[in-house]
């Protein structure tokens, strides 16, 4: 039983399109996370969401919006994408203050 | 600037032969420290958390400490199935984590 699972795996998809990514989590968790991990491997956090209420908003482009449209989902939304945007993305959700439990993480590739 | 360094970038151990990973930070209002290991081409997995100085967690062959400044990864005996990337990570008094850039350790049979 999947406990953070997100959709799809991979997305290859051409420069300046628009894409989404899903996140689902069936842990009960308040909290959700959206994170990048580029190539060398360093995990950043984008944003944080706590009961549908964005609380942490990094110094991410506007291209991104996450909406979380219930507790249990968080979608990244990107527009016009760039080369600069391949990387992989990892779903994340946690109860108040401990630790965070990642999805699989989707691999986008922007040609 | 809140800040999480991990040393060494990568180490090589021969099976059963134990060493330490570190993972030093400066941050505004330490509210925990957690250990990852993370495996290529999956997700971070989780494996402690500590709170205060002079906590210690253990699971299997991994023995987790904390002080004031900085955490260790205690190996002992390791395996090949232990080779993954070991990942740090604080969180901070206003709710956000910070990952430190990760150990990539590679177990030698």
């Known amino acids: 039983d999947t406990a953070v699972s997100q959709t799809p795996k991979y997305l290859v998809t051409q420069m300046g399109n628009d894409k989404s990514i899903k996140c689902e989590q069936n842990l009960g968790h308040d909290t959700m996370y959206w994170y990048k991990q580029d190539s060398k491997k360093f995990l950043k956090i984008m944003f944080s969401?706590?009961?549908?209420?964005?609380?942490i908003n990094e110094t991410v482009p506007n291209r991104f919006s996450p909406k979380s449209p219930d507790k249990a989902h968080l979608n990244l939304h990107i527009n016009s994408l760039e080369l600069g945007d391949s990387a992989v993305y990892f779903c994340a959700s946690s109860p108040p203050g401990v630790s965070q439990y990642f999805g699989p993480g989707t691999r986008l590739l922007v040609l | 600037e809140d800040q999480v360094t991990q040393s060494p970038e990568a180490l090589r151990l021969q099976e059963g032969e134990s060493s330490s990973l570190n993972c030093s930070y400066t941050?505004?209002?330490?509210?925990?420290l957690f250990w990852y290991r993370q495996d290529p081409g999956k997700g971070p997995e989780f494996l402690f958390t500590?709170?205060?100085a002079g906590e210690e967690k253990e699971k299997e062959r991994l023995k987790a400490t904390l002080t004031k400044k900085e955490s260790f990864l205690h190996i002992t005996a390791p395996k090949p199935e232990d080779s993954a990337t070991y990942l740090c990570?604080?969180?901070?008094?206003?709710?956000?984590?910070?990952f430190g850039p990760g150990t990539s350790l590679s177990v030698i049979p």
């Open positions: 941050v505004s209002g330490l509210r925990g």
């Open positions: 969401y706590n009961n549908k209420e964005l609380i």
């Open positions: 500590l709170y205060s």
């Open positions: 990570a604080v969180g901070t008094s206003y709710d956000k984590v910070i």
